[in-house]
């Protein structure tokens, strides 16, 4: 029982790259999110999904795309990257009966 | 808008006890949460505490919970070296999927 997999943990991108972040999860979660951390700024939440083929936007969804075509399974798309994605990136899942989040162990990406 | 303030630092010497405390704005919220992440690694859940409930006991964590105030605390008895990370208080926002998180405390334990 691995949790919530990310990858890749570390990433440096250009500017107009594109790119996606991976996250799997196998604890059959029906609920699974993507946030951002940046200093001084807590969490916050970019897109989520309440089930396989269910997805919406969050806070700070412009410039990222997701899809749930699995329940396993909830990457994130960066568009054409930009300095200001510079952050850590986590995935979290949770159940519906709503426990606590589960999170993943980030992935720091650097837009330069 | 929804909100949660906390701190930003907190200093304790090893074997005394740390209070980390949580402001929060929706008085809604469904369930409160303390998580803990440690330098280089994502957030680790520590407790939850429902929000008909004023207190929760954990081994060494105690939540209190003040909902006339929407205050919200976390208790580490006899602090160890290992419980310096950063300590997140989140809110769960009743009919919706989102969690709102403070922008963390972080704790340094000092020998």
């Known amino acids: 029982n691995a949790g919530v997999t990310q990858t890749p943990k570390f990433q440096v991108l250009k500017t107009g790259q594109s790119m996606t972040l991976q996250c799997a999860q196998d604890?059959?979660?029906?609920?699974m999110s993507w946030y951002r951390q940046d200093p001084g700024m807590g969490l916050r939440l970019i897109h989520y999904s309440v089930g396989a083929g269910i997805t919406d936007q969050g806070e700070v969804p412009n410039g990222y795309n997701v899809s749930r075509s699995t329940t396993e399974d909830f990457p994130l798309r960066l568009l054409s990257a930009a300095p200001s994605q510079t952050s850590v990136y986590f995935c979290?899942?949770?159940?519906?009966?709503?426990?606590?989040?589960?999170f993943g162990s980030g992935t720091r990406l650097t837009v330069v | 808008g929804e909100d949660v303030e906390q701190s930003l630092f907190l200093s304790v010497r090893e074997g005394d006890s740390s209070v980390i405390n949580c402001t929060y704005t929706?008085?809604?919220?469904?369930?409160l949460y303390w998580y803990k992440q440690e330098p280089g690694a994502g957030l680790q859940l520590l407790t939850y505490i429902f929000s008909n409930m004023d207190m929760k006991q954990d081994q060494r964590l105690t939540v209190l919970l003040n909902k006339k105030d929407k205050h919200l605390s976390l208790r580490i008895a006899d602090t160890q070296t290992g419980d310096s990370a950063i300590y997140f208080c989140a809110e769960s926002l009743s009919g919706t999927y989102k969690y709102i998180f403070g922008t963390g405390t972080r704790l340094k334990v000092l020998a």
């Open positions: 929706d008085s809604s919220s469904t369930y």
């Open positions: 604890m059959n979660h029906e609920y």
């Open positions: 979290a899942s949770r159940t519906v009966e709503d426990y606590g989040y589960t």
